[in-house]
């Protein structure tokens, strides 16, 4: 894969906007005002500057945080083992938190997230992600709000990177081979 690369589109900007929007929407009913936004870096930065901004539309104010997890560096396929790489700057003991991320893949990531918080004395946490693959979870974890279930392929864009290019893009794609 190079950086000129051509990019088969999945999902439309305008379908990532129109579905944060109906997200918001969900998670605006189901979870307090004030809820804490876990944030999981980096690949899930834009899905979040979308969805809390969707949510004060629909009346929420968010509190933000963010928490960096080791990643699969630059192979397309999980290692297995997360660590933490940067970690989160705000005390979660007895909040509402809303993870965030931009994938479901094997379920280590998130699984890792919620138990760290859950660790920490978080009253309770749900997960929202953008993307999920269904068929790939190596553990047993499901998100309570996604935007779009996809195929067994590596995308990139809207945050999502390879060997961390690719994240500007507005829309979710596939990198040729
Ligand atoms: P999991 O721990 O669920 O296997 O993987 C979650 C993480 O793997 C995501 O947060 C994301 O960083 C990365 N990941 C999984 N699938 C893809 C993909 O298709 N494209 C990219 N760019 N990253 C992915
Ligand atoms: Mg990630």
């Known amino acids: 894969m190079k950086k000129n690369a051509t990019i088969d589109v999945l999902i439309t900007a305008e379908a990532l906007a129109g579905r944060v929007h109906e997200l918001a929407h969900t998670?605006?009913?189901?979870?307090?005002?004030?809820?804490?936004?876990?944030?999981?870096?980096?690949?899930?930065?834009?899905?979040?500057?979308?969805?809390?901004?969707?949510?004060?539309?629909?009346?929420?104010?968010?509190?933000?945080?963010?928490?960096?997890?080791?990643?699969?560096?630059?192979?397309?396929?999980?290692?297995?083992?997360?660590?933490?790489m940067r970690d989160l700057t705000e005390d979660v003991r007895g909040r509402d938190i809303l993870i965030v991320d931009d994938i479901l893949e094997s379920g280590r990531t998130l699984t890792f997230a919620r138990n760290l918080l859950q660790e920490r004395g978080a009253a309770s946490t749900h997960i929202a992600v953008m993307l999920e693959k269904p068929g790939k979870r190596k553990v047993d974890i499901t998100a309570d709000y996604v935007g779009f279930s996809i195929p067994d392929k590596f995308v990139v864009g809207y945050g999502l990177d390879y060997a961390n290019y690719y994240r500007e893009l507005p829309f979710i794609g596939v990198v040729q081979e």
């Open 27 to 84: 998670i605006a009913h189901a979870l307090p005002p004030d809820v804490m936004i876990v944030s999981l870096l980096r690949g899930s930065f834009v899905f979040t500057a979308d969805l809390i901004r969707a949510l004060h539309l629909q009346g929420a104010s968010p509190q933000v945080d963010f928490i960096t997890l080791s990643s699969y560096g630059n192979a397309t396929t999980s290692s297995g083992t997360i660590t933490i």
